[in-house]
């Protein structure tokens, strides 16, 4: 049995070097290492590297960009050849919307026509951060960019890459994440390559993700605020700014990313429980001759699991690593993943939630996808 334990920090890393090799950088720069081997050209977030980012969406390429939630693939969302891209690249369903991200509030009044005084409070708590607010539409935003609906989903994110290259594009990126419709989501650069190889040209590496897990959506609906999608700010820290509890699923049918009720799946089957549940259930599997891992919040004993895994009981770090771990667990081969849900509060409903999308499996794989 191999136990791994994330601590306050994801259990992967960057990939860079010093290159001392003649045909490198200057001898002692920091100069990133290409994780991908063949694959898509991966560049650091220095200076020329924005700069190549930025001429690449605008000539109507798609990038993949890291920012705090996911890495996304980034492309104008001001240009329908480019948008197009992005569904081509992703496999992704055309009528399914978009997040177009923005580098502050300042042009906010180009993407939606109007804005709740619940939103302005909202913008003012949680932007630049992991926080998605869907608003009414500006009249000039491609039906393609918010599939065909009334409204448009919208955030400023706070990873300082992805804000230099949105300050130099100037204009908004539509940016889902980073992968093949239906995989999970990638928090590193090199998740990017393992799913998008020979479907993205370029990869600008941040680093892992802060945050790991997409941001939260939220709708309005008159004057009350529905989460449609819990994600790294907690339901909690929204209702503290509106001064009321809010309201989780919207009334009607709404479409938004993250919605559909399978999402961010491996390929190994999860077995979800309570934490208290998971040693009888990771033994019963084993007696079956299964290949069994275990993922928890805290420490989970199993005699018998091929692997076990913990955040040490912190779920930002659960959170931070939850997509890391689904991945350790196909590359472990494994049988079936059991995992202990979380308790609810904080980031603990996103963590849930995203959990409870990971574990369904639909009559067809292929209807599974997820924003950031």
């Given amino acids: 049995m191999r136990r791994l334990m ?90 399914h919307p978009l997040i177009v991200h923005l580098r502050s509030g300042a042009n906010l009044a180009e993407w939606a026509r109007h804005i709740p005084v619940q939103a302005s ?32 989903a919208l955030r400023i994110p706070s990873h300082p890459v992805i804000q230099r290259i949105l300050q130099d594009f100037g204009g908004g990126l539509a940016a889902p994440s980073a992968n093949r ?9 090199r998740h990017v390559c393992d799913g998008l190889a020979g479907s ?49 699923g919207a009334r009607g049918v709404v479409r938004a990313p993250g919605m559909l009720a399978s999402h961010y799946a491996p390929a190994t089957p999860l077995e979800l429980c309570s934490a208290a549940e998971a040693p009888s259930r990771a033994a019963k599997l084993v007696s079956l001759g299964k290949r069994v891992g275990v993922l928890s919040l805290g420490r989970t004993e199993a005699p018998g699991a091929a692997a076990t895994w913990d955040a040490g009981g912190d779920m930002a770090a659960f959170a931070r690593s939850l997509y890391h771990f689904m991945r350790q667990a196909d590359t472990e081969a494994l049988d079936v993943l059991v995992v202990a849900l979380p308790p ?5 409903a996103a963590v849930r939630d995203r959990l409870r999308r990971a574990a369904h499996r639909p009559v067809s794989a292929d209807h599974r996808d997820h924003d950031h």
């Fill in 200 to 248: 993205v040209g370029l990869v600008v590496d941040g680093g892992p993700c802060e945050v790991g897990i997409e941001s939260t959506i939220v709708a309005f609906e008159g004057d009350e605020v529905v989460i449609l999608r819990p994600g790294g700010v907690s339901p909690e820290a929204v209702a503290s700014v509106i001064g009321r509890q809010v309201r989780t």
């Fill in 121 to 152: 409070r909202l913008a003012e708590a949680f932007w630049p951060g992991p926080f998605t607010m869907v608003l009414d539409r500006h009249p000039s935003v491609l039906d393609a960019v918010t599939g065909g609906q009334d409204t448009v």
């Fill in 6 to 95: 994330t601590g306050n920090r994801p259990a992967h890393s960057s990939d860079a070097r010093l290159d001392a090799g003649a045909g490198g950088e200057r001898r002692g720069r920091r100069v990133a290492a290409s994780p991908c081997g063949a694959g898509p050209r991966v560049v650091d977030g220095s200076d020329r590297s924005i700069r190549l980012a930025v001429a690449m969406l605008r000539a109507g390429e798609v990038v993949a960009v890291p920012t705090e939630t996911v890495y996304g693939l980034a492309a104008d969302a001001s240009n329908p050849e480019a948008v197009s891209r992005v569904f081509a690249a992703k496999g992704r369903p055309g009528d």
């Fill in 181 to 189: 419709f239906g995989h999970v989501s990638p928090t590193t650069a």
């Fill in 344 to 348: 609810v509060e904080g980031l603990g």
